[in-house]
């Protein structure tokens, strides 16, 4: 069984810096892509980064020069460094994998629990 784990989240103030990590468990034989994504109250979850298995990055324009996301293969794991952070970043983080799994290679996709991140002006 495929489980995503977050860890990283809390509370800041602005200007401040925090990283988040995203561990994948279970039998995952490579990373398609992961992704993190955001959502705070009364507003649709969106899209704040993601990386590729082979390293191509994009990101939300609100993030672009503050946010750097990176992928650790080996360990199955994504880390969003968020650095100057602000008061519009406060949300709950989610982590969003997709992995070829298993003996055949199928695919997987998935949530992680969500971390929260709060910051203070």
């Known amino acids: 069984q495929v489980q995503l784990v977050e860890s990283g989240g809390g509370l800041v103030q602005a200007g401040e810096s925090l990283r988040l990590s995203c561990a994948g468990s279970?039998?995952?034989?490579?990373?398609?892509?992961m992704a993190w994504h955001r959502q705070a109250p009364g507003i649709q979850r969106e899209l704040v980064a993601r990386?590729?298995?082979?390293?191509?990055?994009n990101y939300a324009d609100s993030v672009k020069d503050r946010f750097t996301i990176s992928l650790d293969n080996a360990k199955n794991t994504v880390y969003l460094q968020m650095d100057s952070l602000k008061p519009e970043d406060t949300a709950v983080y989610y982590c969003?994998?997709?992995?070829?799994?298993?003996?055949?290679?199928?695919?997987?996709w998935g949530w992680g629990q969500g971390t929260q991140v709060t910051v203070s002006s």
């Open positions: 279970g039998i995952i034989l490579s990373i398609n892509d």
């Open positions: 969003e994998a997709e992995f070829r799994i298993g003996a055949t290679g199928s695919t997987w």
């Open positions: 990386i590729t298995g082979d390293g191509d990055t």
